[in-house]
């Protein structure tokens, strides 16, 4: 048997257990009002299956990584696509483990699409198996991405948890400055999420479509002691061209509405060879993204927000405060040890020094840091309920820059390989 | 405050000033806290705490500002946006070059955002005076924090009365008032015996009616464990700016080398280093011909000095003390001393070549003779030539004034002049110009510069076999660092007392039943969710049943 | 602890002060490692002259020392050589006394330059380059003008003309 092959089958299994999961929730919350049934009834049988497609789906997803680490003969953590995956993964754990704790199957509701989007986001990405480079190669492997992961899973199940805390929570009806400010931010974390939906979107749209586009540029770079080079790339785009390189020349554009060449230059202050590209990707995910929640509001003739509002009236704001600060008190000192104490050991043992202040380093300590102020904060009165599920959103935006934005944004030691 | 303020108890207990539930039975003192209604404030069991006392002289305020856990937490956030301005460009410290100029880099890679990042002195955020300042404050801190509290808390924990005073337990988080049909002492053993189950220690009284059921106490002295394991760690930091504490440098040896590591008594030598690649059918489609790395690793040979150490005169008497093949994430090991692989140059170096000599009149070939690039010898006897020699240059080239110099101490384009006398050659012997590679044989057109000389002898290396060459250089990271063993042990401390306070919590229960009314208070410092529900679970058990929710009087938040 | 809560304020509080000082002062003290600051001492050396004798550092001890680090691949240092050789002559009867250091090359390589230089002073063989690593140099030519009791006066890198190893000269001679 392939291996392999078995692994990505189980992968697209539990893509699709989840992807019904949540869907089985939405009819425990929606369909309560159903005909003559009875609304507690209705939800906690509906609630039961999705949780059991949910743990299907778990299982499919653990089988698509033992598998496809038998497959490969290392573990499935050492490209962007196979980390990614396994966030999606540990999230799924984190959040069987919290509704062990506390059964609340709402939450289930906001888990299941998060982590529906992880996996769609990995997606995105080079899915070959690709061996590992020396520095790679340690037992440091297995333990230091598995618990980080692990940890940052509590984390997101404690921003879903904030979230749906802030949707119950946050009155459509108050037309105060503060109410509407409230509500203001709120649908702007909502049109984020929209935003990484339009990413995975356009990614998948334009890849299946084939569109292709090729630009020459030329950059001079500066060296260490001063000197100027002058260096041709190719850069290669798998979205239409809103933005080119800048100071490039197209080669090849496939045409799109008309578009048979950039329609404007990145700017020169953008840095490095893939800057252009990726300027282009965020725009698109932007423009996709905003296109997606348009149509929606024109839907439902109303804030996202103030839709989602209603449905979340069952639940005790309280127990989901609660579930938002226990998930980041369990996974907080599992973050400690393996984003940052295993991290370090092995840092010291492949490269003599246990901390260089790289990028990933230091956003894993920021992350660290912000987590460390929020549960300070919680000790003083005042500080529970809504500004504590505000600060459980950011940190979730904080865990995502560290895990996807340094890599993007910033080079450094850590980069992944196949980030594209 | 002249008059003497009353801190004793309707109970008969003294407590210090400040106090606010007495020490005993948990009466509130305070007169606008004895009329309140609100939960009670159980931080330190309402126990005087040092930075609350009235008065405070300047040491009182200089302690309480870093007491704070307010500052606290101003401290870790400033730090973190900090950390945040460091990661926006490359820091100065990833460019190892001796000949980096920041300066000018910043500017002219990121034009004036580089030019500012610079002014500011962010290319070294990490090594600037305020962020160590911040991270000294927050060792400050979190020593003082420590010490502020662990001991009242101590005090508190460890002489706890067991009756309760009403208004301390209907005032608690978590509370219930009720009747209570059975014996009272009967019942109140039931209780207990149904706490225990759930792994409390109990205790009651000698009246028998009042209980006191405890659980996991020492999951409070977690947050002291972890500031203690933390300050180690930052002292550890610290550390390493003591001379010899941390050396952090390089060598470079190529295949065959034996180098010193400066600083130290020992030398090391490179048995070779080699570099195996993924075969294509080892990568996915689109890494083919990609070249990437599947091991790189050096054998080196470890040597201790054992005599003439300081002295570079005499020849150092070396002692091996270690083999080891280095990999990157397998380094060698002895002692404090560890090396790491940190980089690696294929360019292969010529070391010494085996040449014969070729009478091209008679056409027959005398030799091999042994010439080495470096500190080779002076005189040759080869069949019936002798040779002397008389310059050698190691990286051969025409400066502008048409004259010999050499470029580099690196044998690039090894050079010798022989003086060489045998048959059919001058008495004095005849100057002949000898490149042993065929690249600079040709370009600096050997044969011209010998003249007739070239048509009666040739110097030629007969095969590779001939030609010793190292192929390849390696880098190592010399490493010693004496306080980093500090760190891991502030690192174990830290981690073993956030497991500690997190994944346990102190839980406590007391109650009392005067005639046959029951008053229960419960308190706990993280997670009352499931201190209620142990509470309605011993209750249930002696019959009086109820949501746990029930329970709540304001402790429902976290 | 009540009474002793003033003393126990002041133990931490002084401490704090005194290693969060030293902290923040390591911040301003930002040479590169293995550098030598004027005033120190110059590190020892004993190497082989150019007849094969051992001199060391401690045989200059009380004359004023100018240790001048060159290789014969070193263009700026071959052409600052005269300059050495006529400041030599200049100040030799001031005890001042002059040391080129070779960067490690070969016997032969460094007889044959020192007989067409023609330079008077003496000539050392470092070995390994154990010396120049000791000495922190990273580039050539660096050269080294010590006071009279082995302390640094100055250290200048790159290629000098004669009025400033004048200067130099002076102030270790002035001392």
């Known amino acids: 048997m392939n291996w392999l092959d078995f692994s990505s089958s189980s992968f697209i299994a539990a893509f699709f257990l989840y992807v019904f999961a949540f869907i089985f929730y939405m009819v425990a919350v929606a369909g309560k009002k159903w005909g003559k049934r009875d609304a507690k009834q209705h939800e906690a049988r509906w609630s039961k299956i999705a949780f059991i497609t949910s743990s299907l789906g778990l299982l499919a997803h653990l089988s698509f990584f033992f598998t496809r680490w038998i497959g490969s003969g290392q573990i499935p953590t050492s490209n962007m696509y196979e980390f990614i995956t396994l966030l999606g993964m540990t999230i799924m754990i984190a959040y069987t483990i919290i509704h062990f704790i506390y059964k609340k199957p709402l939450l289930g509701m906001f888990a299941l699409p998060l982590t529906i989007i992880i996996i769609a986001y990995a997606s995105v990405f080079p899915q070959e198996v690709q061996p590992l480079i020396p520095a790679l190669q340690s037992n440091w492997l297995k333990i230091h991405v598995t618990m980080a992961a692990l940890g940052e899973a509590f984390f997101a199940v404690g921003f879903a948890a904030g979230l749906m805390y802030l949707l119950r929570v946050i009155d459509y009806n108050d037309h105060t400055k503060k109410g509407k400010r409230a509500q203001r931010w709120l649908e702007f974390t909502l049109i984020s999420i929209f935003i990484v939906i339009g990413f995975i979107v356009a990614a998948f749209g334009f890849k299946g479509a084939g569109y292709v586009a090729q630009f020459q540029q030329e950059t001079v770079d500066v060296s260490q002691v001063g000197e100027l080079t002058t260096s041709y790339d190719v850069v290669e785009y798998t979205m239409p061209p809103i933005f080119k390189p800048y100071n490039s020349e197209a080669l090849q554009v496939t045409e799109f509405l008309g578009m048979t060449d950039g329609l404007f230059e990145t700017p020169s202050w953008f840095n490095g060879v893939n800057s252009g590209r990726k300027l282009n990707t965020v725009v698109w995910s932007i423009i996709v993204g905003l296109i997606l929640y348009g149509i929606i509001r024109l839907i439902i003739r109303k804030p996202l927000g103030a839709a989602i509002h209603p449905k979340l009236e069952g639940i005790d704001p309280d127990d989901l405060d609660e579930i938002s600060y226990r998930a980041i008190v369990i996974g907080f000192p599992i973050f400690t040890l393996g984003a940052l104490i295993f991290a370090m050991i092995w840092a010291e043992i492949a490269w003599g020094r246990f901390w260089g202040w790289d990028p990933k380093e230091v956003w894993a300590l920021i992350t660290w840091l912000y987590y460390s102020a929020y549960l300070h904060f919680r000790l003083s009165r005042g500080w529970h309920g809504r500004p504590s599920a505000w600060l459980a959103v950011i940190g979730f935006v904080i865990v995502l820059f560290t895990l996807v934005g340094v890599n993007l944004l910033i080079a450094g030691m850590h980069s992944y390989a196949g980030v594209d | ?558 | 602890m009540g009474k002793n809560r003033k003393k126990v304020q002041i133990i931490v509080l002084l401490f704090a002060f005194v290693i969060g000082g030293y902290a923040i002062f390591q911040t301003f003290t930002n040479d590169t490692p293995g550098t030598i600051k004027e005033g120190q001492a110059v590190p020892d050396f004993r190497l082989a002259n150019l007849q094969g004798e051992p001199i060391s550092l401690q045989d200059y001890n009380g004359s004023p020392l100018v240790i001048n680090f060159w290789g014969t691949f070193c263009e700026p240092c071959i052409r600052e050589m005269p300059s050495f050789e006529r400041q030599y002559e200049e100040w030799k009867d001031k005890g001042v006394e002059v040391v080129a250091i070779n960067l490690s090359e070969d016997t032969l390589t460094v007889s044959n330059y020192v007989k067409k230089l023609g330079v008077t002073y003496t000539i050392l063989r470092d070995v390994d380059r154990k010396t120049e690593k000791k000495y922190g140099l990273r580039s050539y030519p660096t050269t080294f003008f010590v006071n009279p009791n082995g302390t640094l006066s100055s250290v200048f890198v790159g290629e000098m003309k004669e009025s400033q190893i004048h200067e130099h000269i002076e102030k270790i001679v002035g001392g």
């Open chain 2, 1 to 558: 405050m002249l008059l003497p303020v009353n801190s004793k108890c309707e109970c008969g207990h003294q407590n210090a000033v400040g106090t606010v539930l007495c020490e005993a039975c948990g009466k509130p003192l305070e007169e606008q806290l004895m009329k309140s209604n609100e939960p009670l404030e159980m931080r330190y069991d309402g126990v005087a705490r040092r930075s609350q006392k009235a008065n405070p002289d300047f040491l009182d305020k200089i302690w309480n500002f870093f007491s704070s856990v307010k500052i606290a937490i101003y401290l870790i956030i400033i730090t973190f946006l900090g950390a945040m301005l460091g990661t926006i460009f490359p820091q100065a410290s990833t460019f190892i070059s001796a000949t980096f100029n920041p300066k000018v880099y910043y500017s002219e890679q990121y034009g004036l955002a580089g030019e500012i990042y610079y002014f500011l002195g962010l290319h070294n955020t990490y090594s600037s005076w305020w962020f160590i300042t911040l991270l000294v404050m927050i060792g400050t801190s979190l020593v003082i924090c420590s010490i502020d509290r662990v001991l009242p808390l101590y005090r508190a924990l460890n002489k706890q009365q067991i009756r309760k005073h009403h208004a301390f337990l209907k005032r608690q988080k978590a509370t219930y008032s009720g009747q209570v049909t059975d014996e009272p002492v009967q019942w109140t053993k039931q209780y207990g015996e149904a706490l225990k189950k759930k792994g409390y220690k109990v205790h009651i009284d000698e009246s028998g009616t009042a209980l006191l059921a405890e659980k996991n106490r020492f999951s409070r002295w977690g947050p002291y464990i972890n500031h203690i394991g933390l300050i180690l760690f930052l002292l550890a930091v610290l550390a390493r700016s003591i001379p010899d504490w941390n050396v952090d440098t390089y060598v470079s040896i190529t295949d065959g080398d034996t180098v010193p590591i400066v600083g130290t008594n020992y030398y090391v030598k490179s048995d070779g280093f080699s570099m195996e690649l993924y075969d294509n059918d080892e990568l996915p489609i689109e890494l083919k011909d990609s070249g990437r790395v599947k091991t790189f690793k050096t054998d080196v040979v470890l040597y201790e000095c054992a005599a003439n150490c300081g002295d570079d005169f005499l020849q150092p008497e070396l002692q091996e003390v270690k083999q080891h093949t280095i990999l990157v994430n397998d380094p060698l090991r002895y002692k404090e001393l560890k090396l790491h692989q940190f980089d690696f140059n294929l360019t292969p170096r010529i070391n010494a070549v085996s040449p014969m000599i070729i009478n091209k009149e008679t056409g027959e070939s005398y030799g091999p003779f042994h010439l080495t690039m470096v500190d080779p010898e002076l005189y040759y006897e080869v069949g019936p030539y002798s040779m002397e020699l008389i310059d050698k240059y190691m990286d051969f080239s025409i400066n502008s004034e048409g004259e010999p110099i050499t470029l580099s101490s690196s044998p690039n384009a090894p050079a010798f002049i022989f003086n060489i006398k045998g048959p059919n050659l001058a008495e004095d012997g005849e100057m002949f110009m000898y490149f042993p590679l065929e690249k600079d044989k040709v370009r600096f057109s050997q044969d011209t510069i010998n003249r007739e000389l070239a048509n009666k002898l040739e110097i030629k290396v007969d095969g590779m076999e001939n030609v010793d060459f190292s192929a390849a250089t390696t880098y190592l990271n010399v490493r010693i660092d004496k306080a980093v063993k500090f760190l891991w042990i502030g690192a174990f401390f830290s981690m073993l007392g956030l497991i500690m306070g997190t994944y346990w919590q102190h839980r406590r229960i007391w109650l009392r039943i005067d005639d046959n009314q029951l008053t229960l208070g419960a308190h706990t410092n993280k997670n009352w969710f499931g201190l209620r529900a142990d509470a309605a679970y011993a209750l249930k058990r002696c019959g009086i049943e109820l949501d746990p929710k029930s329970l709540d009087n304001g402790g429902h938040k976290g």
